[in-house]
């Protein structure tokens, strides 16, 4: 079965910088889209990066552009997201996605998303 686990969320101060990690398993996700969503208390998830199946495009929400850094290993089966200059706002859930599209696609919406990870925490203190 498909699976993605998050990894490495925590508490940083304000101008820090955290690398979370996302691992998948159970199948091969070479052919999907990653992305990087987060929540904050409330209904609404978040886009905020995603990356290509290809690895060769990335998107990023206009809140992290410029400080957030999305990856992908696919001999790995990983995807990591870099975030520097952190601020609080940036605290919340952050959910590691995978999306079946084309090579250079790069999914935004969470509907584009087939299989989710649990959620890191990541807390930014001011």
């Known amino acids: 079965q498909a699976q993605l686990v998050e990894s490495g969320g925590g508490l940083v101060q304000a101008g820090g910088s955290l690398r979370i990690s996302c691992a998948a398993s159970g199948r091969t996700f070479s052919g999907y889209a990653m992305g990087w969503f987060r929540q904050a208390p409330g209904p609404e998830r978040e886009f905020v990066a995603a990356i290509s199946s290809s690895g060769t495009r990335t998107y990023y929400a206009d809140s992290v552009k410029g400080r957030f850094t999305i990856s992908r290993d696919n001999t790995k089966n990983t995807v990591a997201l870099q975030m520097n200059s952190l601020k609080p706002e940036d605290t919340a859930v952050y959910y590691c996605?995978?999306?079946?599209?084309?090579?250079?696609?790069?999914?935004?919406?969470?509907?584009?998303?087939?299989?989710w990870g649990q959620g890191t925490q990541v807390t930014v203190s001011s």
């Open positions: 996605a995978a999306g079946s599209s084309a090579w250079l696609y790069v999914p935004s919406r969470p509907y584009e998303y087939d299989y």
